[in-house]
């Protein structure tokens, strides 16, 4: 089974490499963008047509949610012109596409412990567990809404997907949130963090493995399955909960403080609320998932 990566030097993409000897029975093809220019259609079936993948993973993404604001256009080129690209060429050689999205497509709010979808109608949302797949996307930035651009295009082009919609992701590899903080624990004796807005930390590591298993498993399922599913480890917290256990289980001693969102502006607005529901994933693929302290301790031993 020959499967092509892209975005090879991202977090995701150095997450997977670094399972992919656990899997001889993949052939796995890593692409920078060097190697695979995914906003060039004609780039993109001239490396399909030599490598004949019958996977796609396609980890390329323009992640720089505030600079997104100033460079709208290269935002959109990357996580919806280079997704329609990927899109058109699975289908031109028959090859399932996974795409990785972001909880940023969703700009729920959270207020007095209950989280919202709609700030007019205060409507509630459906799951107690979280966002669904089937909750509709409401974007407040460019970032999210070049990435649900992208996701409309694959769905508009190609039938043989999986969208996975991921949140605060982090590993051992690249620049995040975890490595940010033990960095800044180095500089600093007290540091201020955001404590209202809520979601899950997702090691890449894991989401590398539940993509694993969505292929070797996808060969026993039926076009219907195909589709959105979302993905993060299991529980919930803040950003400043999450620094408090990166410190806590790294021995780290530091003076930190909660602070709220609008304390700390940025160009792009953050979801108050993305915490995912995993329902969907965990029964059609029979996967456990790890709470999002165990993933990090695994994730500091690496380091």
């Known amino acids: 089974m020959v499967v092509l990566v892209t975005g090879a030097n991202g977090q995701l993409g150095q997450a997977i490499q670094s399972i992919s000897g656990k899997y001889p029975e993949i052939d796995f093809v890593f692409c920078s963008s060097s190697d695979l220019d995914i906003t060039n ?8 047509d030599e490598f004949k993948p019958q996977f796609c993973i396609n980890a390329a993404a323009y992640t720089a949610v ?3 604001e100033s460079e709208p256009a290269k935002a959109f080129d990357i996580n919806a012109n280079g997704a329609e690209n990927l899109a058109i ?19 729920a709010y959270f207020s007095e412990g209950i989280a919202y979808y709609d700030r007019e109608l205060r409507l509630p949302l ?19 809404l070049t990435k649900l651009q992208g996701e409309q295009a694959i769905q508009a082009n190609w039938e043989k997907h999986f969208i996975i919609r991921t949140s605060w992701v982090y590993s051992q590899f690249g620049n995040n949130f975890m490595k940010t903080m033990l960095r800044l624990a180095l500089e600093r004796v007290s540091l201020s963090v955001v404590a209202d807005q809520i979601g899950t930390p997702t090691n890449a590591v894991d989401l590398a493995e539940v993509l694993i298993v969505i292929m070797v498993s996808s060969f026993k399922f039926q076009v219907s399955s195909f589709g959105i599913y979302n993905f993060s480890n299991e529980g919930q ?3 400043y909960d999450f620094a408090n256990e990166i410190f806590r289980q790294n021995g780290v001693s530091i003076d930190l403080k909660p602070i709220r969102t609008s304390a700390y502006p940025t160009p ?7 915490v995912l529901d995993k329902t969907k994933i965990r029964s059609t693929f029979d996967i456990k998932i790890n709470d999002w302290q165990t993933s990090l301790s695994a994730c500091l031993k690496q380091l």
């Open 66 to 68: 505030d600079k997104a």
């Open 41 to 48: 259609l004609e780039n993109c079936q001239v490396v399909f």
């Open 268 to 274: 792009a607005k953050r979801p108050a609320y993305s």
């Open 237 to 239: 917290c803040s950003w």
């Open 89 to 107: 060429t699975c289908k031109k050689f028959n090859t399932i596409l996974i795409h990785i999205s972001t909880d940023f497509v969703f700009d």
């Open 126 to 144: 459906k799951s107690n567990l979280g966002l669904t797949e089937t909750d509709v996307p409401f974007p407040s930035g460019v970032y999210g």
